[in-house]
């Protein structure tokens, strides 16, 4: 990080200078990058690849990447990044709210799913509750189920089916 001494104007130009140490001739000029300050008005931290220039102002091989942020009043600066911290907050807040509507609404639909499985578990939900009393030859009561042989059949292959499509 380098830093400078205070500059009020937003006139004032930053210029930065890119020298090869690693060739022939030490420290030979490569390229140059001026960005004005007006740019970094803002106060929020700037990225970016910039194009090299040479001393006339051609453009030259190469680029410069650089994050720059001007912080030219702290007052403004704070102002900004509490106002930038209050719209998180908001923002995280509206989205818990959202996700807990979303929540019930899945909830409601569960419990909507599992009274509609119940009643699928038992197509013939109440059938065993149709009973025929009548009287054995020897003079005793017998009570049996109203639901014939076929009945009881197609009830166990309907309650198979539908506990291999439920799992």
Same mark, same amino acid.
């Given at each position: 990080?380098?830093?400078?001494?205070?500059?009020?104007?937003?006139?004032?130009?930053?210029?930065?200078?890119? %020298? !090869?140490?690693?060739?022939? #001739?030490?420290?030979?000029?490569? $390229?140059?990058?001026? =960005?004005? *300050?007006?740019?970094?008005?803002?106060?929020?931290?700037?990225?970016?690849? %910039? !194009?090299?220039?040479?001393? #006339?102002?051609?453009?030259?091989? $190469?680029?410069?990447? =650089?994050? *720059?942020?001007?912080?030219?009043?702290?007052?403004?600066?704070?102002?900004?990044?509490?106002?930038?911290?209050?719209?998180?907050?908001?923002?995280?807040?509206?989205?818990?709210?959202?996700?807990?509507?979303?929540?019930?609404?899945?909830?409601?639909?569960?419990?909507?799913?599992?009274?509609?499985?119940?009643?699928?578990?038992?197509?013939?939900?109440?059938?065993?509750?149709?009973?025929?009393?009548?009287?054995?030859?020897?003079?005793?009561?017998?009570?049996?189920?109203?639901?014939?042989?076929?009945?009881?059949?197609?009830?166990?292959?309907?309650?198979?089916?539908?506990?291999?499509?439920?799992?």
């Amino acid at each position: 990080m380098l830093s400078f001494s205070e500059v009020n104007s937003g006139g004032s130009q930053l210029k930065f200078t890119v %020298l !090869d140490y690693g060739g022939i #001739t030490r420290g030979s000029f490569v $390229g140059e990058v001026v =960005v004005p *300050l007006a740019e970094l008005r803002d106060q929020t931290i700037h990225e970016a690849w %910039l !194009d090299l220039y040479s001393r #006339t102002g051609n453009r030259v091989e $190469g680029q410069l990447n =650089v994050k *720059l942020h001007w912080i030219h009043s702290k007052v403004t600066f704070f102002a900004m990044r509490v106002s930038i911290i209050c719209f998180k907050v908001k923002y995280h807040m509206l989205a818990a709210e959202k996700w807990k509507e979303a929540y019930a609404r899945e909830h409601e639909e569960l419990e909507e799913y599992q009274k509609h499985l119940a009643l699928l578990w038992d197509p013939f939900q109440g059938m065993s509750h149709f009973k025929t009393v009548y009287e054995n030859p020897r003079g005793s009561v017998k009570t049996e189920s109203g639901i014939g042989n076929f009945d009881k059949k197609f009830f166990g292959m309907v309650q198979n089916i539908t506990i291999k499509l439920c799992k």
